[in-house]
Nanobody, 122 residues
Framework: QVQLVESGGGLVQAGGSLRLSCAAS????????MGWFRQVPGKEREFVAT????????YYTGSVKGRFTISRDNAKNTVYLQMNSLKPEDTAVYYCAAGESIYRVTTHPDYWGQGTQVTVSS
């Protein structure tokens, strides 16, 4: 079992920055693919970014490329999402996810965090 706890959400003005953190339990963290998804009311949860465990491969959805950066610190069992140049359309609940591979976490994550709210005001 892997437990995920997000932190770092909040309210920020458009153009500002936030950094989300996700602390994971478990001794196999370094082997897991990790990712971030987001969801707004009435819409499906959408993929934001993922990072591989073994080779560190990284993928982003198009709307965040160049603005968001996903990274991980295996010594701290933590994955981060640095969000810059935030836009009102980035407003959502952001969820941390984990999977046994980067493919798995991108398509059908095995584990989810509880979510953290990000609100970007115009």
């Amino acid at each position: 079992q892997v437990q995920l706890v997000e932190s770092g959400g909040g309210l920020v003005q458009a153009g500002g920055s936030l950094r989300l953190s996700c602390a994971a339990s478990g001794r196999t963290f370094r082997s897991y693919g990790m990712g971030w998804f987001r969801q707004v009311p009435g819409k499906e949860r959408e993929f934001v970014a993922t990072i591989g465990g073994s080779d560190g491969s990284i993928y982003y959805t198009g709307s965040v490329k160049g603005r968001f950066t996903i990274s991980r610190d295996n010594a701290k069992n933590t994955v981060y999402l640095q969000m810059n140049s935030l836009k009102p359309e980035d407003t959502a609940v952001y969820y941390c996810a984990a999977g046994e591979s980067i493919y798995r976490v991108t398509t059908h994550p095995d584990y989810w965090g509880q979510g953290t709210q990000v609100t970007v005001s115009s």
